[in-house]
């Protein structure tokens, strides 16, 4: 079964509307982090957010914040006020197990969405 | 002042041969990767290095072996080149984040675009 589901191959957003790009995971761990990361056209992969599975709070980083829905299994990234350099391919991804020297940054990548915006 | 680095950028090489790919952090970093993007852009692990020691070994043919001199190098070398090995791969670092939300992003070098032809 796939660890991290992206069902959105690719998404359209109206400069400066909000857009929600989906991600759902799979894990039976309890401890496990989220991460976004996005990557343009120009090839380098760029962090964006991170939320922690026991991180009380969604986590937010200026125009990013993470949409985490426990239960649900769901760490929807939304970006605000979309800017024309937001279109780029973007990657939900996950580290399963505590965050400790073995686990540390052993995440598994989502087929990434795309994202195009439109002036 | 690159955090992540790579060399080459860009590989173009014939089947059969032998190549290596470098990778560079001078961000401290205790943890280093390979990962292998393929055409349909899909990202997987390859290697994880933790302290110069292998601590990640996914499913990858022999002909790739990781070294990693010290804890700011991980290099990659690739025997016996094939077709499907045409992919970019990247080098990235990560460290445990501590002071606040604790996390482990990671952060990735440009990439290196190899062409088996």
């Known amino acids: 079964a796939q660890k991290i589901t992206q069902t959105q191959p690719g998404m359209f957003v109206q400069e400066k509307e909000a857009v929600t790009l989906d991600c759902t995971y799979d894990?039976?761990?309890?401890?496990?982090?989220l991460f976004w990361y996005k990557q343009p056209s120009s090839g380098e992969m760029i962090f964006l957010i991170y939320?922690?599975?026991?991180?009380?709070q969604n986590a937010t980083e200026g125009r990013y914040s993470l949409n985490f829905q426990k239960a649900r299994k769901s760490a929807n990234l939304v970006i605000s006020a979309s800017q024309l350099g937001d279109s780029a391919m973007y990657f939900c991804?996950?580290?399963?197990?505590?965050?400790?020297?073995?686990?540390?940054?052993?995440?598994?990548f989502g087929d990434g969405t795309t994202l195009t915006v439109k002036p | 002042d690159t955090a992540v680095s790579q060399t080459p950028k860009y590989l173009v090489t014939q089947m059969g041969n032998d190549k290596s790919i470098k990778c560079e952090q001078n961000l401290g970093h205790d943890t280093m990767y390979w990962y292998k993007q393929d055409s349909k852009k899909f990202l997987k692990i390859m290697f994880s290095y933790n302290n110069k020691e292998l601590i990640i070994n996914e499913t990858v043919p022999n002909r790739f072996s990781p070294k990693s001199p010290d804890k700011a190098h991980l290099n990659l070398h690739i025997n016996s080149l094939e077709l499907g090995d045409s992919a970019v791969y990247f080098c990235a670092s990560s460290h445990i984040r501590s002071g606040g939300i604790e996390a482990d992003e990671q952060y990735f070098g440009p990439g290196t675009r190899l062409t088996v032809t």
């Open positions: 991804a996950m580290r399963e197990g505590p965050l400790n020297n073995t686990n540390a940054g052993k995440s598994t």
């Open positions: 939320q922690g599975s026991y991180d009380q």
């Open positions: 894990t039976s761990d309890p401890s496990y982090g």
